[in-house]
């Protein structure tokens, strides 16, 4: 299973307990429940939406969490139809919530896109001068003269094996003279600012003053969301147009994805109306985190959607639908195990696990799991939303997420 590091930076008085957190690596998942149907969704669920509610149910109750505190959400399109059921009440199709990583889904696009264009090179050098310009793909000063940069190429940072450190997730040594030495960059500054506005360049700054690594280049899988933003900055200088502007023109205003958009204001805090709140549930204590800065999450994290925009844009984009042509949509799903003999597998920002979901990311911030998954053999998008974080059993609920995501398919003869 793949390991995906998720944001948990705080900025309530529950703070102290979240940073004890950090160095917890788990699998992103998102399923939980116990079955409540919006009428706003639909008056009458068909007797596939009754079964699924029913599975929801039953994985929720099996976790034993209480009542209103998050709940599961689920949309599955399929040759025969869309179907919907939700544990929360009032969630329909077009209830916002955070997608956190998926975001890492766009900007992967966004990069074979410009590499289909003839204006990049997945195997140059980052410092290598971008096609038909004088210009290195990344500045050269010394606010990106982050490790081994000269070795690191773009096809690897899209692999998470570039070996950059994660500015939001990874702890800054003890060693470091810095006053957010022993914790994380973001958590300090949020503590500070809660409404700070996070920049590419600033994320990237830290990196590079105090030449913070993880390990070589190709030498092993580390998730890096600071990699994915040195992605955003080499889309920025190649297209010439801020990252979400360029995602927005290319991909989200063509398909139609009305009710998306990527949070670069710290202010943004909320999630547009309606949205599905978020709680996390740590010492054995809930907290409601529905409000949060995602302003950090440049290329990698930022986005937020609607459960019908995001099942669109997943079965798009892998199919070659989505400007990203059908060849270069291949190469994307050429996944590789994240270490010799894991199961677990990675590809240019698309991840196939568990085996026999199908293709997509997973997402996961304080409040928020989201699992996309499009299976191109059997033609079934899945989209499912746990809004509630376990951080006190990660494991058992990634579990019962995937259980019940399998137990769903087999329901509607998938």
């Not at 919006?38 to 039953?58: F, H, K, N, V, Y």
């Not at 830290?206 to 690594?213: E, P, R, S, T």
């Given at each position: ?14 703070q102290?307990?979240?940073?004890r957190?950090?160095?917890?690596r788990?699998?992103?998942?998102s399923?939980?429940?116990c079955?409540v149907f ?14 699924l509610?029913?599975?929801?149910s039953?994985?929720w109750a099996?976790r034993g969490?209480?009542?209103?505190k ?10 025969k139809?869309?179907y919907?059921a939700?544990?929360?009440?009032g ?10 990583s998926?975001?890492?889904t766009?900007?992967a696009?966004a990069i ?9 090179r ?9 096609p038909?310009?004088t ?11 982050i490790?081994n940069?000269?070795?690191i190429?773009?096809?690897l940072?899209?692999?998470?094996r570039?070996g950059?450190?994660d500015v ?8 470091v003279?810095?006053?957010y ?9 949020s503590?500070?600012?809660p409404?700070?506005?996070y920049?590419?360049?600033?994320l ?13 280049p ?5 998730y ?12 920025e ?9 360029f ?6 205003i ?8 990527f ?13 599905i ?11 409601d ?6 302003s950090?999450?440049h290329?990698e994290?930022?986005?937020?959607t609607?459960f ?9 984009l ?8 059908p ?7 050429e ?34 799991f ?10 079934v ?5 746990s ?12 579990m019962?997420a995937?259980?019940?995501a399998?137990?769903?398919r ?5």
């Amino acid at each position: 299973m793949s390991e995906f590091r998720v944001v948990v930076y705080a900025t309530k008085p529950y703070q102290e307990v979240f940073m004890r957190l950090f160095l917890c690596r788990f699998l992103v998942f998102s399923i939980l429940a116990c079955a409540v149907f919006s009428t706003a969704a639909q008056a009458s669920p068909s007797a596939e939406e009754l079964a699924l509610g029913d599975i929801l149910s039953r994985a929720w109750a099996g976790r034993g969490y209480p009542e209103g505190k998050g709940g599961l959400t689920l949309l599955i399109r399929t040759p025969k139809g869309e179907y919907f059921a939700s544990t929360v009440p009032g969630a329909t199709r077009d209830s916002h919530f955070r997608a956190a990583s998926v975001t890492k889904t766009t900007t992967a696009a966004a990069i074979m896109l410009l590499e289909q264009r003839g204006l990049l090179r997945l195997d140059d050098f980052i410092t290598d001068t971008m096609p038909g310009q004088t210009e290195p793909y990344l500045p050269d000063t010394p606010g990106y003269a982050i490790p081994n940069k000269d070795r690191i190429t773009i096809r690897l940072l899209l692999q998470h094996r570039a070996g950059v450190f994660d500015v939001p997730n990874d702890i800054v040594p003890e060693s470091v003279d810095a006053p957010y030495a022993g914790t994380t960059y973001v958590d300090w500054i949020s503590g500070a600012e809660p409404e700070h506005r996070y920049t590419i360049d600033e994320l990237v700054g830290v990196v590079a003053k105090h030449g913070l690594l993880i390990a070589k280049p190709g030498e092993k899988y580390h998730y890096s969301n600071t990699g994915y933003s040195l992605l955003g900055k080499i889309i920025e200088r190649v297209s010439g147009k801020a990252l979400d502007v360029f995602l927005m023109e290319e991909f989200i205003i063509p398909l139609g994805m009305t009710e998306t958009s990527f949070v670069t204001e710290g202010k943004l805090v909320t999630p547009p109306e309606p949205f599905i709140r978020g709680w996390t549930k740590v010492g054995g204590e809930y907290f409601d985190t529905t409000e949060d800065n995602a302003s950090y999450g440049h290329a990698e994290g930022n986005m937020v959607t609607t459960f019908g925009d995001l099942a669109l844009w997943m079965r798009k984009l892998i199919r070659g639908e989505a400007s990203v042509s059908p060849e270069n949509a291949l190469r994307m799903l050429e996944v590789l195990p994240i270490a010799p003999g894991s199961r677990s597998s990675y590809g240019l920002g698309i991840s196939e696990e568990p085996p026999g979901l199908g293709f997509g990311h997973n997402g996961g911030i304080i409040g928020y799991f989201t699992i996309a998954r499009y299976d191109p053999a059997a033609d079934v998008t899945l989209v499912m939303l746990s809004s509630l974080i376990d951080f006190d059993d990660m494991d058992g609920l990634g579990m019962a997420a995937y259980d019940a995501a399998f137990e769903a398919r087999k329901v509607l003869g998938y």
